[in-house]
């Protein structure tokens, strides 16, 4: 399990600048450039079992956040961790950090297994908490957090990076508040992935702990589905998932696709871990956007046999076709979450929004047909 862990590591931060969230390599040579004279918070992160983190920290970093201390029990990941951000205290247990008064956030992208128990610790210890996705995975824990957030009155966030880290998705939620494409009826979510099964931790390969392949990925397009269409009420109309091509791994799930019923619009969604090798990126994502009067299609990390690059949006309307770089738009969500933490405010996400999405993820989990095909 060790060397397991040792090897994603190694393959995914090798391969960051392919990722959502890492744009930077893992040195000292790329710090994050934030605007802010003087930090806005403070924050520290308990809990490092995926390379999400990093696009996290950097985001609250961005946000005008200034990361303080960091605790985790494998060594190995500490090691990468520091690496990267030189400047953090090591602490010696969690309960080091949540007794920090000065320590407005935690941030965790720990096994998603424990984030949800972990995120109530920090609520109850009087702190805000952003968790990487899947922030909650089953409905158990997902009562459980809803109850301890409705009496501690603290922020319950999970980074939504397909949403939140992505430029072209960013300028995609402009043109639609702009009225470009009339109003939204529905979205198609595509979150396909490579597997590298030599290099993932035993934990990966195990529903119990990463919560299913829907509550995993499928949580990213639940958001983009409620963002998009402004549905605040939603229910699962059918799902299912299978594990059409890994039984070395029975508990794993490497296929899902979901249909979602909302009060403004309607979704379809697909996620699956077959993304081949000679594509040139970890997964094709897409998302398209269809209005009374137009539609949007996000290419989110590549434009397949025409660029390498990802940000790429199609734009088709009654009046023209076109198409926009999103390289350069800037991501709103650091300085909206720290904006929220001192302010007590939603703009980065309502709360709602943030447990709809999951909780509609989850459904769509549990309550999904398992499917098989002969051989």
């Not at 939504?160 to 043109?175: I, P």
């Not at 996620?271 to 290419?299: A, H, M, N």
Request: net charge positive; proline share 3%; with cysteine.
């Amino acid at each position: 399990m060790e060397n397991n862990r040792r090897d994603f590591l190694k393959n995914t931060l090798g391969g960051a600048a392919g990722m959502v969230l890492s744009s930077a390599v893992v040195s000292k040579a790329n710090p994050v450039v934030t605007p802010y004279a003087e930090p806005r918070i403070r924050f520290s992160v308990v809990g490092i079992n995926h390379n999400h983190i990093f696009g996290m920290v950097d985001a609250v970093t961005r946000g005008g956040g200034q990361l303080v201390a960091v605790f985790a029990k494998e060594q190995d990941l500490l090691d990468t961790f520091t690496k990267r951000y030189p400047q953090v205290k090591v602490a010696t247990s969690e309960k080091e950090i949540l007794e920090d008064k000065s320590n407005q956030l935690v941030l965790t992208s720990g096994i998603p297994s424990e984030r949800a128990p972990l995120g109530i610790r920090v609520m109850k210890s009087g702190k805000d908490f952003l968790s990487d996705k899947p922030g909650i995975t089953t409905l158990e824990q997902l009562e459980a957090v809803r109850k301890v957030q409705k009496e501690t009155k603290r922020i319950y966030s999970i980074l939504f990076s397909e949403r939140f880290e992505n430029r072209a998705t960013v300028k995609a939620g402009e043109l639609v508040k702009a009225g470009a494409i009339g109003k939204v009826v529905q979205t198609i979510g595509m979150g396909p992935h490579r597997i590298k099964t030599t290099v993932r931790p035993d934990w990966f390969f195990d529903k119990n702990k990463f919560g299913g392949i829907i509550a995993d990925i499928g949580s990213h397009q639940c958001d983009q589905f409620l963002f998009f269409t402004g549905s605040t009420k939603a229910e699962v109309v059918t799902s299912q998932v299978g594990n059409l091509n890994h039984p070395e791994h029975p508990l794993f799930e490497d296929f899902g696709d979901v249909m979602l019923k909302g009060d403004k619009g309607t979704a379809y969604i697909r996620v699956d871990w077959f993304s081949p090798d000679g594509l040139k990126t970890w997964g094709d994502g897409r998302l398209t956007i269809l209005g009374t009067e137009g539609y949007i299609e996000i290419r989110k990390n590549i434009d397949i046999a025409n660029r390498t690059t990802g940000n790429n949006l199609y734009l088709v309307t009654n009046q023209e076709t076109k198409y926009i770089d999103c390289n350069d738009v800037e991501l709103p969500f650091g300085k909206q979450l720290v904006d929220d933490v001192l302010n007590r405010t939603e703009t980065a996400m309502t709360q709602e929004h943030c447990f709809l999405a999951t909780e509609l993820a989850i459904k769509a989990q549990t309550y999904a047909k398992k499917i098989s095909f002969s051989k």
